[in-house]
């Protein structure tokens, strides 16, 4: 059984549900330890007593022990000493560990706090802290230093509309549960970080590449690519740029990945070959320590990590056993990287990277014989498309999941996508060695420019043809799991022709189509408002079936991030297929007629009530400083977020005092009625 040969596959799957428990249970070390501990001597007793082999299976647990373990000590709360258990403090003392990314108005970093000031005395802490300088006080703060800061620092706030991107989880699982806007006069530089350190040197280098390629670069959008493909930086990618790859299913390339180290190794593989022999260690020492060079030049990034060890491991297994299952190497990489960082586990990359592999290294072989051509121009093009469509296969059920649509074309924009990344990177990575020179620099670096406009206008193209993208694919957990299920019966199926897995495939089909009629019924008769909470600013969702309508003033109906931010996720999960925008004024007080009710929007200050017996009255821009207007109102006040906080809190307390029903989206996220 295929199974079988992948032994590795049992410790891994322990491992992974160890980590999933931790964030269930969050048990105790001691617990975890008690655990191990139990697990470990069952298993040596099963090894000594033949009546007691049969506890030899306790071994395997000691992974889901490991899992549990290594959760514990990578989560910084744990620590009784983190700043989120330290109470008040006036000032606290943190060291900028991150590249510095550049925003429209602010200065975006990460910082280590390792001290805070309560009083007279400073107190050791650790934890971890997201900073934003403003532009205006005239700072850039650099990897290394150190500053004291006035203590305004704030919790990460959960995501305040339904179905949006959970940011605060996902700064959590890096360890970072907070965040400071600082203006001038906020912070002070106190020093730096002395001597000589990795992570220091690989964001001195980083720093390096963005002033070489602003040197080099016409456009904002050569830059964003640039950036992002050569050294891991997505700062400078703007939003357009982002949905032409997407839409293209050329996202990856945006990003330092396993396709990066392949071509990379490639490219060292043909120039080393050159002067070593290929079957000798250290041909295979040299190309891995100029691929662990690289993951250090691009800012030892977790994905370039992930994807170096990742190859590294498999070049490795390849090298030493020539003759094992690489799926075994594959997995004993992701066992090292998620016991290092185990909420790499719930990382989108992590999980697509390894998906993505895995596929290529089951589904390839078969997919490459299907057709042999022997004119090598054509026959470079179907092992690349059978590369996308292998990686495809395996990634389609999460893709659905996490981003809820389909590149159509991927066949079409991979090819080109592979043909001239695999030029430009090791291009790219030549530019930032020889910029200086003269004459020889400026020259490479025309052909960068060209290479990237290329490709840009490649997948440009490709992303505006008709039906470039399945869009609003929205799937919950469970036809992900029976989307699995049905891929590996076909593959099995395909392997053994054994007719149980054509029963396997049948039934998940079954519930799929179930589930999908079940879905699909329920969207065609909801009825519901949704009030947004958008900061410093105001909207409603009108949905009807499967069609929804905003409204909202004219800036923000027209502005794509609000839809893609606040927006897109909700509609997504309600099936919308019909969407449209409803304008209204900037001011004034208006009554919007619906057949799920009647709202009345108040945006006038001190506005009057326009009629008495609508249910809801949404406050917008300060129309209401007071409730004197809104004594003879019996229905539900609603104020959204472009209200400044002080009105808030000072109608609040009114409210309380003479038991007005009221609702503040600031403190309780969107409010949905249903029909």
Same mark, same amino acid.
């Given at each position: 059984?295929?199974?079988?040969?992948? =032994?590795?596959?049992?410790?891994?799957?322990?491992? &992974?549900?160890?980590?999933?428990?931790?964030?269930?249970?969050?048990? +105790?070390?001691?617990?975890?330890?008690?655990?191990?501990?139990?697990?470990?001597?069952?298993?040596?007793?099963?090894? @000594?007593?033949?009546?007691?082999? #049969?506890?030899?299976?306790?071994?395997?647990?000691?992974?889901?022990?490991?899992?549990?373990?290594?959760s514990y000590l990578f989560d910084q709360k744990n620590q009784g000493n983190h700043i989120t258990k330290v109470g008040k403090f006036d000032q606290y003392m943190a060291m900028?560990?991150?590249?510095?990314? !550049? @925003?429209?108005?602010?200065?975006?970093?990460?910082?280590?706090?390792?001290?805070?000031?309560?009083?007279?005395?400073?107190?050791?802490?650790?934890?971890?802290?997201?900073?934003?300088?403003n532009k205006e006080a005239n700072t850039v703060p650099k990897y290394g230093e150190v500053y004291v800061l006035k203590n305004t620092i704030r919790e990460i706030e959960a995501p305040k509309n339904p179905f949006e991107f959970d940011y605060k989880t996902y700064q959590a699982r890096k360890n970072i549960f907070t965040h400071q806007f600082l203006r001038e006069g906020d912070f002070k530089l106190a020093g730096e970080m002395k001597g000589w350190s990795l992570l220091k040197f690989a964001n001195s280098l980083n720093v390096y590449t963005h002033t070489v390629f602003k040197e080099i670069l016409d456009t904002p959008k050569q830059m964003g690519v640039a950036e992002a493909m050569i050294g891991g930086m997505k700062a400078e990618l703007d939003f357009e740029t982002k949905q032409w790859y997407s839409a293209t299913g050329a996202i990856h390339v945006l990003a330092v990945s396993g396709m990066h180290v392949v071509i990379l190794f490639v490219v060292l593989n043909k120039l080393l070959g050159l002067f070593l022999d290929k079957k000798k260690p250290f041909f295979l020492a040299a190309i891995l320590i100029l691929l662990w060079s690289y993951a250090i030049f691009t800012g030892l990034s977790p994905?370039?990590?992930?994807?170096?060890?990742? #190859?590294?491991?498999?070049?490795?297994?390849? #090298?030493?056993?020539?003759?094992?299952?690489?799926? /075994?190497?594959?997995?004993?990489?992701?066992?090292?990287?998620?016991?290092?960082?185990? /909420?790499?586990?719930?990382?989108?990359?992590?999980? *697509?990277?390894?998906?993505a592999v895995f596929g290529i290294m089951v589904i390839y072989p078969?997919?490459?014989?299907?057709?042999?051509?022997?004119?090598?121009?054509?026959?470079?093009?179907?092992?690349?498309?059978?590369?996308?469509?292998?990686?495809?296969?395996?990634?389609? =059920?999460?893709?659905?999941?996490?981003?809820? +649509?389909?590149? /159509?074309? #991927?066949?079409?924009?991979?090819?080109?996508?592979?043909?001239v990344s !695999?030029?430009?990177? =090791?291009? %790219?990575?030549?530019?930032?060695?020889?910029?200086?020179?003269?004459?020889? %620099?400026?020259?490479?670096?025309?052909?960068?420019?060209?290479?990237?406009? &290329?490709?840009?206008?490649?997948?440009?193209?490709?992303?505006?043809?008709?039906?470039?993208?399945?869009?609003?694919?929205?799937?919950?957990?469970?036809?992900?799991?029976?989307?699995?299920?049905?891929?590996?019966?076909? *593959?099995?199926?395909?392997?053994?022709?054994?007719?149980i897995y054509i029963k396997l495939i049948a039934i998940t089909c079954l519930f799929l189509t179930i589930s999908g009629a079940n879905q699909l019924f329920k969207q065609n008769k909801q009825k519901e408002i949704t009030f947004h909470f958008i900061?410093?600013?105001?909207?409603?969702?009108?949905?009807?079936?499967?069609?929804?309508?905003?409204?909202?003033?004219?800036s923000l109906c027209n502005e794509p991030l609000i839809y893609q931010f606040h927006l897109k996720n909700y509609y997504d999960a309600k099936g919308i297929k019909n969407y449209k925008t409803q304008k209204v004024a900037d001011q004034g007080n208006f009554i919007i007629n619906y057949d799920l009710g009647n709202i009345q929007w108040m945006k006038t200050p001190n506005g009057k009530i326009i009629e008495k017996n609508t249910p809801y009255i949404v406050c917008s821009e300060n129309a209401i400083k007071d409730l004197i207007n809104l004594s003879e109102f019996d229905g539900t006040i609603i104020l959204d977020g472009s209200n400044k906080k002080w009105v808030v809190e000072k109608i609040k307390a009114e409210a309380e005092q003479k038991k007005k029903k009221l609702v503040v989206l600031y403190d309780t996220g969107s409010k949905t009625l249903t029909f």
């Open positions: 059984m295929y199974l079988r040969s992948i =032994p590795v596959l049992r410790y891994f799957i322990l491992l &992974i549900v160890g980590i999933y428990l931790y964030q269930w249970y969050q048990p +105790q070390l001691g617990q975890i330890y008690i655990f191990i501990s139990t697990a470990f001597i069952l298993g040596i007793l099963s090894t @000594k007593i033949n009546k007691l082999r #049969f506890l030899k299976h306790t071994i395997p647990l000691l992974f889901l022990g490991l899992g549990l373990a290594s900028i560990d991150s590249y510095t990314e !550049s @925003k429209p108005k602010t200065y975006k970093v990460t910082a280590k706090i390792f001290a805070v000031k309560k009083g007279s005395k400073w107190q050791n802490v650790v934890g971890e802290t997201m900073l934003y300088f994905s370039v990590c992930r994807s170096t060890l990742m #190859f590294s491991m498999i070049q490795l297994g390849t #090298f030493f056993r020539r003759d094992d299952n690489p799926v /075994n190497t594959l997995l004993l990489s992701a066992i090292i990287l998620l016991i290092i960082v185990p /909420n790499w586990l719930y990382d989108v990359g992590f999980q *697509l990277s390894y998906l078969s997919l490459k014989r299907l057709f042999y051509f022997k004119w090598k121009p054509i026959r470079w093009i179907w092992e690349i498309s059978a590369v996308s469509i292998a990686a495809q296969i395996f990634t389609l =059920p999460l893709t659905l999941y996490y981003f809820h +649509q389909f590149p /159509n074309y #991927f066949l079409l924009a991979n090819p080109i996508v592979s043909l !695999s030029f430009m990177l =090791p291009i %790219g990575l030549l530019v930032l060695f020889i910029a200086k020179i003269p004459y020889l %620099g400026a020259a490479l670096g025309l052909i960068f420019k060209w290479l990237i406009d &290329i490709l840009n206008y490649s997948v440009y193209l490709i992303a505006e043809l008709p039906n470039a993208l399945s869009a609003g694919l929205s799937i919950s957990i469970t036809t992900v799991i029976l989307l699995f299920l049905t891929i590996a019966s076909i *593959l099995l199926f395909l392997k053994n022709k054994e007719v900061p410093n600013g105001w909207g409603i969702s009108v949905i009807e079936g499967r069609s929804a309508t905003f409204i909202s003033t004219d």
